[in-house]
């Protein structure tokens, strides 16, 4: 009976043993398994977040681009290269005014004071939009082509007008710069004429409206056919 009972007593202890082993591996496992919960974010707590943002906008290295610093050649009048442009158009137009009046000419026209005659000139433009006797002559007008001619009564052209629109950009400051100061300035009406000896033949007139910015018309003059030109 001795025997029987200590048998008993050490496969109790066993059991018990096994028993603990098991349990202990059971939490052990259930540790591993358990699932952490979620941290919660900066935004549901209301906390600003210290970590730098990983956008790619930001974590890409930037590209360098060129940045114009406003330093073009603007003028101190802050007029830039507007006023020197329009400058440098005006003084364009003269030359081209200049070179033409040497000829007895004025743009747009082909025919010239002291050796064109009215007569051909009707015959290859036609008749003018307006013929009115003014002056010293008879000034024939082609309003389409912003051209006048004055002739005398042997038909010869003594004036050649133009009225291009180019010549509104021209100022007074403008031809003094290209021709100093005029030979001579008179006035007509509300017109001031300023009036340039060009050669011994040609005297280059700018009418400019008084109070106005810039030329109105010229006037390509040759003095020597409009002396006697109404005589028979």
């Not at 007029?79 to 743009?107: C, F, R």
């Not at 008879?138 to 004036?159: L, P």
Request: proline share 5%.
């Amino acid at each position: 009976m001795k025997k029987t009972t200590g048998f008993k007593s050490f496969t109790a202890v066993m059991t018990l043993a096994i028993a603990l082993t098991l349990s202990a591996c059971s939490n052990q496992t259930g540790g591993a398994n358990q699932t952490e919960p979620p941290a919660a974010s900066p935004e549901a707590t209301g906390q600003p977040s210290l970590e730098p943002s990983s956008s790619p906008e930001q974590n890409e290295t930037p590209q360098q681009t060129s940045v114009s610093t406003g330093s073009t050649n603007e003028g101190k009048d802050g007029s830039g290269q507007g006023a020197s442009a329009g400058s440098s158009e005006a003084s364009d137009t003269l030359h081209t005014l200049i070179s033409l009046a040497k000829e007895g000419k004025v743009p747009g026209a082909e025919y010239a004071a002291h050796v064109a005659m009215f007569d051909d000139i009707e015959k290859s433009w036609g008749k003018p939009d307006r013929n009115e006797t003014a002056g010293k002559g008879i000034y024939a007008t082609y309003e389409d082509k912003g051209i006048t001619f004055g002739y005398n009564k042997g038909m010869k052209v003594f004036d050649v007008r133009s009225y291009s629109d180019k010549l509104h950009a021209i100022s007074l400051k403008d031809i003094e710069k290209e021709l100093g100061k005029p030979d001579e300035t008179t006035v007509n009406g509300r017109d001031d004429i300023y009036t340039y000896e060009i050669s011994k033949q040609y005297q280059l007139k700018f009418i400019v409206p008084q109070g106005g910015a810039g030329v109105d018309h010229i006037s390509v003059f040759s003095p020597d056919d409009a002396k006697n030109n109404m005589a028979g």
